[in-house]
C-alpha cells in the first residue's frame, strides 16, 4: 500500500490532492468471512455508508444485495445493472416522490413504522434495543411493543400485504445479545400476525451495526442461536441483513498531505488537507477512532514511514478556518515536514458519503484510486 501511494503522490506533485486507494484485491475478504459465519443471513449492504461505484459494482459481482434509503441511491444501484428484486428500500420514512419511484423501477420491498407510512407503502418494521450502539437509531425509528397490534390491523384494513419484521439495533453496536432480544420481539410479532389471520410472513431482517472485528463471530454465534431458537420450526423463512461498515471500512484508505505545522516547545502540530468538515467526519458523526501513519516523502525519503524514528507529542488540523477541525490530539508523530503525507487506514465507513463542501475543500471530488493489492486468490 505504502508502495503505491508512493507512485500516486509522485504522479501527482503538482496538485497535491487527498486521495483514497481502494483496494480492490481485499474486497472478498469480509465477503467470505461473512458467508462463513452467516450462511444463511443474505446481506443487503447498506449503500448509505460508502456509495462509491466502483466498491457497488465489486460488491454487486460478489453476489450482495443492496440496502437503499432514497431514490439517488436506488438510481445508483440500478445504474450498475442489478436487478430491483436485489434492492430494499429500507427507509421507515419516506418522501412520497421516492416511494412512487421505487415502485416504478420494480423495488418492492420496503419499511415502515407508522400508521402515516402505511398509507404509502407495504412491509413492515419492528421493535430494537439500541443502548449499546455507537449511534443508536431507536430515538428516530422504531415501532414500540404496544404499537405493533395497532400497525398490522392498519395494514389489514388498507389491504396491505405484510412480509414480514425488521429491526436494527444500533450502528456499531456492542451489544451483541441485543440480537437475541430483538429475534425475539420479531418473533413475537410474527405471532401476532399470526393470531390476526394475516398472510404467513417470510422475511426476518436483522438490520445492520455488524462490525468486522473481533467480536463479529461472537454476533454471528448469538444471530445462529436466536435464529433457531425462535424460528428454527418455522418453513420458508429468508434472513436478510443490511451491514454497512462491515463490508466497506476496512477496504478504503485515505492519503492527505500536510500543509502547515507549527512547534511549540515539545508539541508539534500539524495542518492537513482534508479533516472534520470532510472525510474525517466519522470522528464527530460515528464516533470513529481514527489512526494515522507517516509517509515522509518531502523529509525523509530513504525512510518515509520513519521507522525507528522518534515521535513526538502532536497534534493534527483539518484545513478549514474552525478549531473544531481538530482530527487527533497528544498523537505519537516522528518530525514532519510539509508536504509529508499522513495515511489513514479502514476509512470506508461514513467518511465520503456524510463530508461536506466547508470552507471550499469539496470532500465529493476527492479522487478514488484503484488497487488490486491483496488479493486472496
Excluded at 297 to 315: A, F, H, I, Q, V
Aim: proline share 4%; aromatic share 10%.
Amino acid at each position: 500500500m505504502t508502495d503505491f501511494m508512493r507512485s500516486i503522490i509522485c504522479s501527482k506533485q503538482e496538485t497535491k490532492e487527498p486521495f483514497y486507494v481502494l483496494d480492490l484485491g481485499a474486497v472478498t475478504t469480509p465477503m467470505d468471512r461473512w458467508t462463513r459465519a452467516l450462511p444463511t443471513v443474505q446481506p443487503y449492504y447498506a449503500v448509505k455508508c460508502n456509495p462509491n461505484l466502483n466498491f457497488l459494482g465489486a460488491m454487486a459481482a460478489l453476489g450482495t444485495n443492496f440496502d437503499c434509503a432514497s431514490q439517488a441511491e436506488i438510481e445508483s444501484i440500478l445504474s450498475l445493472g442489478v436487478s430491483p428484486d436485489r434492492i430494499i428500500f429500507a427507509n421507515p420514512c419516506k418522501a412520497e416522490s421516492h416511494i412512487k419511484y421505487a415502485a416504478s423501477v420494480g423495488v418492492n420491498l420496503t419499511t415502515f413504522d407508522s400508521i402515516d407510512e402505511i398509507k404509502k407503502m407495504q412491509c413492515k418494521n419492528g421493535t430494537q434495543n439500541d443502548s449499546g450502539a455507537r449511534c443508536p437509531l431507536g430515538s428516530k425509528f422504531d415501532a414500540l411493543p404496544e404499537e405493533v397490534e395497532t400497525l398490522l390491523r392498519a395494514t389489514q384494513t388498507a389491504q396491505l400485504t405484510v412480509v414480514g419484521i425488521s429491526f436494527h439495533i444500533g450502528s456499531a453496536s456492542t451489544d451483541s445479545f441485543a440480537y437475541q432480544q430483538a429475534i425475539a420481539a420479531a418473533k413475537t410479532a410474527f405471532e401476532m400476525a399470526t393470531k390476526l389471520g394475516m398472510r404467513q410472513m417470510s422475511v426476518l431482517n436483522i438490520g445492520g451495526g455488524i462490525m468486522a472485528n473481533s467480536q463479529f463471530d461472537e454476533t454471528a454465534t448469538v444471530v445462529k442461536a436466536a435464529i433457531q431458537s425462535c424460528f428454527g420450526n418455522y418453513s420458508g423463512l429468508a434472513v436478510i441483513a443490511e451491514p454497512g461498515r462491515f463490508f466497506a471500512e476496512s477496504v478504503f484508505t485515505l492519503a492527505t498531505n500536510i500543509i502547515s505545522k507549527r512547534i511549540r516547545n515539545e508539541l508539534r502540530e500539524y495542518w492537513i488537507r482534508d479533516g472534520i468538515y470532510g472525510s474525517l467526519n466519522c470522528i464527530i458523526l460515528d464516533n470513529a477512532i481514527v489512526k494515522c501513519m507517516p509517509v515522509a516523502l518531502t523529509s525523509n525519503l530513504e525512510n518515509p514511514t520513519c521507522k525507528g524514528s522518534r515521535t513526538y507529542n502532536s497534534t493534527v488540523f483539518g484545513p478549514t478556518c474552525d478549531a473544531l477541525d481538530t482530527v487527533l490530539r497528544g498523537y505519537q508523530l516522528p518530525k514532519l515536514q510539509l508536504d509529508d503525507w499522513l495515511v489513514f487506514s479502514n476509512m470506508g465507513a461514513y467518511t465520503t458519503a456524510a463530508g461536506t463542501n466547508f470552507n471550499g475543500f469539496n470532500t465529493s471530488a476527492i479522487p478514488t484510486y484503484l488497487a488490486y493489492l491483496n488479493p486472496k486468490f
